[in-house]
């Protein structure tokens, strides 16, 4: 069984820094790619990163590439976001899928899905 708990939301200010946590239980994560997306009120879900079953290939949207890094913890069977320098139009709720590899951010690609977080950046 597939069951994804993506946490670590919050409220920041503009500039502050999230990590948000995807942890699985009841399987090995280290067996799937795994994408964070995220989606704001009125706007379609958007794809913002991607880590390989390995860890060793990671993908960042444009929109966050040098500010959001993904990560794997094997020993913990969770991966994480971690995001830096967040802006107003970061505010989204986040979530976490798994997919068979980093491809593209098609959601037909990814199998099954976590729980969102809220993200809240406002001053």
């Known amino acids: 069984q597939l069951q994804l708990e993506g946490s670590g939301g919050g409220l920041v200010q503009p500039g502050g820094s999230l990590r948000l946590s995807c942890a699985a239980s009841?399987?090995?994560?280290?067996?799937?790619?795994v994408g964070w997306f995220r989606q704001a009120p009125g706007k379609e879900r958007e794809g913002v990163a991607c880590i390989s079953r390995t860890g060793f290939v990671t993908k960042h949207a444009d929109s966050v590439r040098g500010r959001f890094t993904a990560s794997r913890d094997n020993a913990k069977n969770t991966v994480y976001l971690q995001m830096n320098s967040l802006k107003p139009e970061d505010a989204a709720v986040y979530y976490c899928?798994?997919?068979?590899?980093?491809?593209?951010?098609?959601?037909?690609?990814?199998?099954?899905w976590g729980q969102g977080t809220q993200v809240t950046v406002s001053s």
């Open positions: 899928a798994t997919a068979r590899r980093c491809i593209d951010y098609e959601i037909t690609q990814y199998d099954s």
């Open positions: 009841g399987f090995d994560l280290r067996d799937y790619a």
